[in-house]
């Protein structure tokens, strides 16, 4: 069976077992700063096993798209070696939300790996694992699916309560049970034994399904308390399976990796198919054209950094092929001709992804060449022979130098490289990464409350409303008295909870005595948290309020709210469909919209995509809303906002006949005219491929324009313009700027060169070199560059030194004649120099550059300098 094959029939065969098939969620986690990637297919129904989601059913079955290479789970380095390490897979999983358990299961993944109608895979070649615990498992396995006890194995503790390979945990607390796994006996010709044994790591018996048991919740003190409704998750990798349905023992040989493996082969003139370097770059490119399309691009922190990883592994495998120029993105193509079918997005955003993918390459050209720079530095002042590993792991970690590149060339050099320390580093930065990943929940903050809270602020800002729980310091409390600080829940309520970018009402709950000034509400466990302080009087559970949200602080928000939506399909129009939603801010003051986008936005794009969303507003269009299910919102073109949970109902809203279209439950404008006018203030770059845009709305944007208005009234009367012809006046007066800058260069340039004909004659004899170290005042850092090299010039064979205070700072430079770096190098001299005067710098054995600011010790500092020239030439 091909692999498309194997993902549809299991689809279909939990389909026929009541299940809803879930498409997969994005490899970014949403609402879940927790995790670095999807890394599992229960990940996407965490809040529904914790209980703080429900949906419209209780079973699901899904084709998760997962990402393991950064966190708690991350093999990268194995990625390409072994049979099995990615980075990217497709995880098959069925759920269970507290419906059926153990038994069904149990039964479910016997069936359709076993049944002929289905995988019709030997039940002579599975065995099966249980928490040694677990007695109600293993009866199930015996008993009931008939397999023999000599292939039921029971895995126990290892090192603790729990620490066994059998039994799951979500976290340090939460939801956990055992769970119980099947392999695959690939046959005794394959190295390895039994799960349990001694040689559990090798290749012939391979895990391909696991069935976690989520029946107890554990506590912060370790207590293990059963769960009211046991749920199951299972996930059997795609990969795995293929491969044994396949008939072959590595992954990287089923078809979903032949075409790619063949492609890389191609693009990088390779004929060894059996490479381990075609391996790595046929993984890579799967995971990087993924993270890609779901919004992740290259940088420097965070799962942009690991992403950046990915790729230059990639593109250093390529230039150990023999391939020097970009070639990586070009794969992008025999991708999405192996998947884009199961996943259109992919194809969709084919064209990003290749741009995205080659400007990384030509990115890390360049890198290359500063971190042999950096190499060089470090050679020129290494002590001893031996490279340190800090210096090989900087290189490896910043500039993506692989070890052997490093080491081939210590040995040119007749060098050595550190090993043990290289590894020391790298082992800590494992650390750091998974302590990153990990995988923390606070279980105890959640509001333990029945109900919701019922929102009645779309159609009035006024209600009437019971007070269901009260929040003081974060606990509950039975009354809140006046001057006290906390939380008011609410049965119905009118205040919006912040949510979707947009910020919680403010306003006030008034009973018959008592007066609460709400300053923010917040949303937790479906419960409207109104917070603020009593004014007058005291609450009580129970008490009757009238709540009245602040109107103009309303309004103004969902005028800037519905303008973030135009903005949003207004981007798309101009710049893309790759654009998508990172954050948004939108309070009564302005509107915040971080987006997808690997470059800046021109100001000519800008202007259109304003300009674009001033037309909608014009037209005066009806503001609509529909609710729904999903699947009707699909079908009406409805895009998800970053950071929105939605339920089995979702509210679709619309503006501009099909203009923009969106899943949103934030409040909005009656008509786009409401909105007056939309004007951009700002635009720039907060990440690695994210970028801002602000933007005022109404009566702000008429206020920008009045003072924008009145500053040009202002500098044009100042450089004696009309508003007219300022732009005119101004360019006139850089020219004129520019053409003053470019003649006190040049003075100060022939001031320099005649300062170092007076300098000469400061030279003195070491040890037949001649040794220059002096002030030159006045000179900026051109200046005393250029005069220092003159200076080395006219000395011959020569040491130069030269400083020059200004400001309270001191710029140095120092240059050495070729015939003297073998024992004298300027790159030492500086940072021998620069201490002394309260600095640092240094360079390469020509040429250093250094900077200080102890202006008193400059001249005692200038006087050792022939002294330790003279050390250095022994």
Not at 313 to 322: D, E, S, T, V
Not at 434 to 456: C, I, M, P, Q, W
Not at 609 to 632: F, G, H, K, Y
Not at 670 to 688: F, H, N, P, Y
Request: proline content about 3%; aromatic content about 8%.
């Amino acid at each position: 069976m091909k692999s498309a094959e194997i993902r549809d029939a299991y689809l279909r065969f939990f389909e026929s077992k009541g299940h809803e098939i879930v498409p997969s969620s994005s490899l970014v986690p949403g609402n879940d700063p927790t995790l670095l990637f999807t890394n599992a297919g229960m990940v996407q129904f965490k809040d529904v096993f914790l209980g703080d989601d429900k949906r419209s059913y209780s079973r699901a079955t899904s084709s998760q798209r997962c990402v393991r290479a950064g966190g708690k789970h991350n093999d990268l380095e194995n990625v390409g070696y072994t049979a099995r390490h990615h980075t990217f897979f497709e995880m098959l999983g069925n759920f269970s939300f507290g419906d059926y358990f153990k038994q069904d299961a149990i039964k479910y993944a016997w069936e359709f790996l076993t049944s002929s109608e289905w995988l019709n895979i030997s039940a002579d070649k599975l065995t099966v694992t249980v928490y040694a615990e677990d007695d109600e498992a293993y009866g199930i396995w015996k008993d009931q699916v008939g397999v023999p006890a000599e292939r039921i194995i029971r895995i126990g503790d290892k090192g603790g309560r729990y620490q066994s390979d059998n039994f799951w945990a979500m976290g340090d607390t939460g939801p956990c049970g055992p769970c119980t796994e099947i392999f695959y006996d690939h046959g005794a010709d394959i190295w390895g034994g039994p799960p349990g044994s001694p040689e559990e790591d090798g290749d012939r018996f391979i895990e391909i399904w696991n069935v976690v048991f989520m029946q107890f919740n554990r506590s912060a003190d370790g207590t293990m308390a059963p769960l009211p409704k046991p749920s199951v998750d299972t996930g059997m990798g795609l990969e795995r399976i293929a491969a044994v349905m396949q008939h072959v023992h590595s992954n990287y040989e089923i078809d979903l990796f032949q075409a790619l493996l063949k492609d890389a082969a191609e693009k990088t003139g390779t004929s060894d198919m059996e490479n381990k370097s075609l391996r790595v770059i046929a993984d890579h490119i799967r995971s990087c054209s993924f993270l890609i399309t779901d919004g992740v691009l290259p940088s420097n922190e965070g799962r942009g950094y690991v992403l950046r990883r990915i790729i230059r592994r990639a593109i250093r495998h390529g230039h150990k092929l023999g391939q020097k120029q970009p070639f990586f993105h070009k794969l992008v193509a025999a991708l999405v001709k192996e998947m884009g079918e199961a996943y259109p997005e992919l194809a969709e955003q084919q064209a990003q992804v290749e741009k995205v993918l080659l400007a990384e390459e030509q990115q890390f050209e360049k890198t290359l060449d500063k971190g042999m720079a950096v190499l060089e530095e470090a050679l020129a002042g290494l002590q001893g022979d031996t490279i340190p590993g800090d210096v090989l792991f900087t290189l490896y970690d910043t500039y993506g130098f692989p070890l052997d590149l490093t080491a081939d060339i210590a040995r040119e050099r007749e060098l050595k490289v550190d090993e043990a320390g290289y590894e020391a580093a790298m082992d800590e930065q494992r650390a750091r990464a998974r302590a990153a990943g990990a995988f923390k929940v606070d279980y105890s903050a959640s509001l333990n409350l029945d109900g919701e809270t019922e929102f009645s602020g779309y159609s009035s800002l006024q209600d009437e409303c019971e007070v269901v729980a009260l929040l003081k310091d974060g606990e509950r409390v039975e009354q809140l008295n006046e001057g006290d600080e906390g939380s008011v829940v609410l049965a119905a309520t009118p205040f919006y909870a912040e949510s979707g970018g947009q910020v919680g009402d403010s306003g006030y709950l008034t009973g018959a005595s008592s007066r609460f000034e709400v300053a923010d509400c917040q949303k937790q466990s479906g419960h409207h948290l109104h917070q603020g302080k009593v004014l007058q009087g005291s609450l009580k559970v129970g008490d009757k309020l009238s709540a009245q949200v602040d109107a103009g602080v309303r309004q103004a928000t969902a005028l800037n709210h519905s303008a973030t939506h135009l903005l949003h399909a207004a981007l798309r129009e101009v710049l893309g469909n790759h654009v998508t939603q990172k954050g948004s801010l939108v309070d009564s003051e302005r509107l915040r919209f971080d987006f997808s986008h690997f470059e800046g936005v021109t100001q000519e794009q800008l202007k259109t995509i304003e300009t674009m969303v001033n037309q909608q507003i014009l037209a005066n269009s009806a503001v609509e809303t529909a609710v729904c299910d999903m699947e009707t919102a699909k079908t009406k073109g409805a895009m998800a906002l970053f950071g929105e949970k939605y339920g089995d109902e979702v509210r679709v809203l619309s503006m501009g006949d099909g203009f923009s279209v969106e899943l949103c439950g934030g409040t909005h404008a009656a008509r786009t005219g409401d909105i007056g006018q939309l004007r951009i203030t700002s635009e720039s770059g907060v990440a690695a491929g994210v970028r801002r845009i602000e933007a005022v709305t109404g009566a702000k944007a008429l206020q920008l324009f009045d003072e924008t208005q009145a500053l040009v009234q202002d500098v044009a009367r100042q450089i004696k313009a009309r508003p007219d012809n300022l732009a005119e006046k101004v360019a006139q007066l850089l020219s004129q700027n520019r053409q003053l800058e470019k003649e006190l260069q040049q003075l100060k340039g022939k001031l320099a060169s005649a300062a170092s004909g007076d300098l000469v004659s400061e030279a003195v004899e070491v040890k037949g070199a001649k040794v220059l170290a002096a002030t030159l005042e006045g000179a900026d850092m051109k200046s005393l560059e250029s005069t220092a090299m003159q200076l080395k010039d006219k000395l011959g064979k020569a040491v130069v030194l030269l400083a020059a205070p200004a400001d309270g700072k001191i710029n140095l430079i120092a240059c050495v004649a070729d015939e003297l770096q073998g024992q004298v190098q300027a790159g030492n001299l500086i940072k021998y120099f620069a201490p002394l005067v309260g600095g640092k710098g240094g360079g390469k054995p020509d040429k250093a550059k250094g900077a200080g600011t102890d202006t008193g010790a400059l001249s005692g500092a200038l006087a050792t300098v022939a002294g330790w020239v003279g050390e250095q030439l022994g």
